[in-house]
């Protein structure tokens, strides 16, 4: 989402009562995401803002320069938790997460996580000894990540769910769509209650005000352990977001 879109989603959202806000340089509306905070009146300890660093901008003195970009940008003291963007292998991932702790340690960041990250990425990740508190992943009932949710899990990473509703695609699914009837939920609230009940932190995407309140609104259920099953046993491998420099395969 970009200008004026964008601005009028983030205040509907913090009206609603949303306070998790997903933005990355990429996107280029951390000025539209600043300028939304504002109008909501929402103070920014209240916030958790998360951007992330382009692929492209992993070296020591880009990422440093790019995080006091970012504060300007977003008009504040500090970042929540700042992700790579994507994998880069012509970068080492330890310089970039060195980096990353100095950003930490001079309060410009609080948290240092990473995105787009196989199980192969993460195990160089742990090499390096820092400490990493999340790894943003496309994941949703048709590309449930189990393999990669476990070895998380073990190393305490926690998974953000991105493109959670696999941008509509999931929300046809039959399983999806028998439940929201058993239930009398939406078929998005069904799905955002499987994943935050495994654990996972979800971020759906909407600039819609009726959808915004849908989706806030599917967490005060529960769905029974043989439905979060047969959610569980969907998956098609179904993947919305494949960029040309994806390392999925790596
Ligand atoms: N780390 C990464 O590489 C990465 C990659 C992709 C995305 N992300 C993050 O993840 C966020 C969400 O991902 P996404 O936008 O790709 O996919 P998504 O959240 O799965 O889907 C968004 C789409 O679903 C629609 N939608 C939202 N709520 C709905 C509902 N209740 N019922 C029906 N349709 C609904 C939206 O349309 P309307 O807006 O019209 O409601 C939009 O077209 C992004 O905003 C971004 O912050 C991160």
């Keep these: 989402m970009r200008g004026q879109e964008c601005v009028s989603a983030v205040v509907k959202a ?5 306070r998790h806000l997903d933005t990355a340089d990429s996107y280029e509306n951390h000025r539209e995401v600043a300028q939304g905070i ?15 660093v ?6 020591t003195q880009n990422l440093l320069d790019a995080a006091h970009r970012f504060l300007e940008e977003l008009h504040t003291d500090y970042v929540d938790l700042l992700l790579i963007h994507w994998p880069n292998k012509a970068i080492p991932v330890g310089e970039s997460l060195e980096a990353m702790e100095q ?12 995105s787009n990250f ?15 508190a999340s790894n943003q ?13 476990n070895f998380c899990d073990q190393n305490k990473i926690v998974i953000t769910a991105y493109s959670p509703l696999a941008r509509g695609y999931d929300l046809e699914l039959p399983v999806i769509k028998d439940l929201s009837q058993k ?33 806030f609104q599917s967490l005060d259920w529960q769905i ?17 977001v494949t960029p040309v420099f994806a390392e999925f395969d790596y």
Aim: glycine content about 6%.
């Design 14 to 18: 913090l009206e609603i009562g949303y």
């Design 38 to 52: 504002k109008q909501s009146g929402i103070k920014r300890e209240e916030l958790f803002i998360t951007t992330k």
């Design 54 to 59: 382009r692929r492209d901008d992993l070296h």
């Design 103 to 114: 950003l930490r340690s001079e309060k410009i960041i609080r948290t240092i996580g990473v």
């Design 118 to 132: 196989t199980i192969r990425h993460i195990e160089e990740v742990l090499k390096t000894g820092i400490e990493v």
């Design 137 to 149: 992943v496309e994941f949703h009932p048709s590309l449930n990540q189990k393999e990669l949710k």
């Design 183 to 215: 239930y009398g939920k939406t078929p998005s609230q069904v799905i955002l209650n499987w994943l935050v009940n495994k654990g996972l932190v979800a971020i759906p995407k909407s600039s819609n005000p009726q959808r915004l309140l849908e989706n």
């Design 224 to 240: 029974d352990p043989q439905d979060m099953e047969l959610i569980d046993n969907i998956n098609e491998n179904h993947r919305a």
